[in-house]
């Protein structure tokens, strides 16, 4: 029931939607994602791929899968597993390619989320994602800071939770689900500004909105692998039709970016490619709010 709700919140809240734009609905809101199995420590979602998520060859970029696995994660993860349902603030999300992730728009996608541990403030998950047929594409972690405040913790204790649950259903069944104006691609979504390239390195600037924000309000860290990864690709110029154009991406959320519906708050982007060495290619990237560091990803490039 936990999992219903949240989504249902998502698809209702105004602070932000982006899990709505990764098409975290569930039919009875008119999407199609399915929770096929929880366990005490092992769930099972089926969703499948947005079009705007892939790359210009028409397979859904490793960004994209690890933005899905963040809000799967969550919600059919940390949420369930968690006494208290705090969804928390993700603090690491990494994922890595075993083949070419040969699914595209449309495609679906199986998410298997196993955990590994659940405390009073850090939360770890791991998990893989597969073809239909049972081909496996990529792992991921993720990692969670979990304190939510003490409101929260108040009216998610154990003993509240099911007064909860039906007093947040019957408000949800008041409020209208959002309008979820698909982007047409990555490039769409995540536009960037004043891009210029100062020899290894890169720099940009970027508009967070809701569209890019949790239900609760501030950058989705999925939004920022994939800003990031963006910035990475554009940087290095990166041909994203090889067989695995990327190889891995680690991405640590250090702080938040707040974001107002209709509002739009301006961060600056810098990327420098490193190569050589014994090490393959990768591109160091970050997220800067007023030079503070909010974001950054080291993204490992497949073999050219």
């Known amino acids: 029931r936990a999992v219903s709700t949240i989504l249902r919140y998502s698809g209702r809240a105004g602070a932000g939607r982006f899990s709505c734009l990764l098409g975290m609905r569930e039919p009875s809101d008119g999407g199609e994602l399915e929770v096929r199995s929880i366990g005490p420590d092992e769930s099972l979602v089926a969703a499948r791929v947005p079009s705007w998520c892939c790359n210009p060859d028409g397979r859904v970029c490793l960004s994209a899968v690890t933005a899905m696995f963040d809000a799967i994660s969550t919600v059919a993860g940390c949420a369930v597993w968690d006494r208290s349902m705090r969804t928390g603030l993700s603090v690491q999300l990494f994922s890595r390619a075993h083949r070419s992730l040969e699914a595209g728009g449309g495609d679906l996608l199986l998410f298997k989320t196993k955990l590994r541990k659940i405390g009073k403030t850090l939360g770890f998950v791991d998990g893989e994602v597969a073809t239909e047929a049972g081909v496996t594409l990529a792992n991921m972690r993720h990692i969670k800071f ?95 039709t090889l067989p695995i154009p990327i190889r891995s991406i680690s991405t640590n959320l250090i702080n938040g970016v707040p974001t107002r519906a209709g509002k739009e708050a301006a961060v600056q982007l810098e990327s420098s490619l490193c190569m050589g060495g014994a090490m393959p290619d990768y591109s160091y990237a970050m997220i800067r709010d007023k030079n503070r560091i909010v974001m950054d990803s080291s993204i490992f490039w497949g073999i050219r």
């Open 146 to 240: 979990m304190p939510m405040g003490s409101f929260y913790a108040l009216i998610a204790h154990p003993l509240m939770q099911p007064t909860t649950l039906t007093v947040l259903d019957a408000f949800l069944s008041l409020r209208p689900l959002q309008e979820a104006r698909l982007p047409q691609s990555k490039e769409d979504l995540f536009p960037l500004r004043n891009f210029r390239i100062e020899g290894p390195s890169s720099f940009a600037d970027a508009s967070i909105t809701d569209r890019h924000a949790t239900a609760l309000g501030g950058i989705h860290g999925g939004a920022g692998v994939m800003l990031l990864t963006r910035m990475a690709v554009a940087g290095a110029e990166r041909d994203l």
